[in-house]
Nanobody
Framework: QVQLEESGGGLVQAGGSLRLSCAAS????????MGWYRQAPGKQRELVAVFTSGSSTNYADSVKGRFTLSRDNAKNTVHLQMNSLKTEDSAVYYC??????????????WGQGTQVTVSS
């Protein structure tokens, strides 16, 4: 099993900044991908920013230029720096990790979610 511990989030005014962190532990074989998704009320869960095994980073168009995903490979940790926050960024943010085993199968793991609320 893999455990994902999320931290950060909270309430901030529009234009402000927040930093989310996610630390992975447990039976990590090989990280296929790691990053953040979010889900607003009444909407589907969507990708925010994710590192892939090819060392590329995928960002949602809506956050490009405002959010930055960084990682500490030694600690299996990712950080999401969110700047110039907008009210539409309000959502529950979920840490995601894809754990690839020796056979190449990728198993998804999710954090419990952390609330980000941006007030106008």
């Amino acid at each position: 099993q893999v455990q994902l511990e999320e931290s950060g989030g909270g309430l901030v005014q529009a234009g402000g900044s927040l930093r989310l962190s996610c630390a992975a532990s447990g039976s990590i074989f090989s990280i296929n991908a790691m990053g953040w998704y979010r889900q607003a009320p009444g909407k589907q869960r969507e990708l925010v920013a994710v590192f892939t095994s090819g060392s590329s980073t995928n960002y949602a168009d809506s956050v490009k230029g405002r959010f930055t995903l960084s990682r500490d490979n030694a600690k299996n940790t990712v950080h999401l720096q969110m700047n110039s926050l907008k009210t539409e960024d309000s959502a529950v943010y979920y840490c995601y990790l894809g754990n690839r085993n020796a056979l190449g199968h990728v198993y998804p793991y999710w954090g419990q979610g952390t609330q980000v609320t941006v007030s106008s």
